[in-house]
């Protein structure tokens, strides 16, 4: 079964902190991705990654930085935490090239600063 | 640039009525993709359906099916007698073929569905 984990549902950071949203999927798909999900905008892309150590930045990647050092892991990074990412964060992978490249997602990270 | 618009903010149904969610969409492109998903309040996204631009009849997955309409650029989500299950928030997505794989979302339709 598809399967894509993010390791925390919610969070709470104070303003300035470095924050850890780590994702893992266990179907060997090349592409990761992180959302950011706000009320009336639906989900935006802050960075994808179709390949080890590969990176490319999303529509608002200002802010977040991401880490991927094995094909199964993938992390966005916050290095100073603002009031103005409060938001839900979701993690999604798919496989690169297949024809209906479905993303699978995982079931989110509601982060709070404060 | 690609844009999708879901102008329905939230639709509230009867159990067992059928329902459309509306989707619009824009691009260049002449390869793309056109996918929907449903967010429960668990927070998962949840993959419904997909139809592909060259694909010649729409595309069905149980009690989805999909209404596209290339020549007005729509996608709409329609949901057969619908259950109490299917409250949700609906996100369309499109996904150009050429493209990094990226998908780009509508702002997604809350429905409510009431006994």
């Known amino acids: 079964d598809v399967k894509v984990t993010q390791s925390s549902r919610y969070l709470v950071k104070r303003t300035g902190e470095k924050v850890f949203l780590e994702c893992v999927q266990d179907m060997d798909h090349e592409n990761m991705f992180w959302y950011r999900q706000d009320p009336g905008l639906g989900l935006r892309l802050i960075y994808f990654?179709?390949?080890?150590?590969?990176?490319e930045k999303g529509d608002i990647p200002e802010g977040y930085s991401v880490s991927r050092e094995k094909k199964e892991r993938f992390s966005l990074i916050l290095e100073s935490a603002s009031t103005n990412q409060t938001s839900m964060y979701l993690c999604?992978?798919?496989?690169?090239?297949?024809?209906?490249?479905?993303?699978?997602f995982g079931a989110g990270t509601r982060l709070s600063v404060l | 640039a690609q844009k999708i618009t879901q102008t329905q903010p939230g639709m509230f149904v009867q159990e067992k009525e059928a329902v459309t969610l509306d989707c619009t969409y824009d691009?260049?492109?002449?390869?793309?993709?056109l996918f929907w998903y449903k967010q429960p309040s668990s927070g998962e996204m949840i993959f419904l359906i997909y139809?592909?631009?060259?694909?010649?009849q729409n595309a069905t997955e149980g009690r989805y099916s999909l209404n596209f309409q290339k020549a007005r650029k729509s996608a709409n989500l329609v949901i057969s007698a619908s259950q109490l299950g299917d409250s949700a928030m609906y996100f369309c997505?499109?996904?150009?073929?050429?493209?990094?794989?990226?998908?780009?979302f509508g702002q997604g339709t809350r429905l409510t569905i009431n006994p």
């Open positions: 999604a992978s798919s496989f690169r090239g297949a024809a209906k490249n479905i993303q699978y």
């Open positions: 691009t260049s492109d002449p390869s793309y993709g």
């Open positions: 139809q592909g631009s060259y694909d010649q």
């Open positions: 990654s179709y390949d080890v150590k590969m990176k």
């Open positions: 997505a499109m996904r150009v073929i050429q493209g990094a794989q990226k998908l780009v």
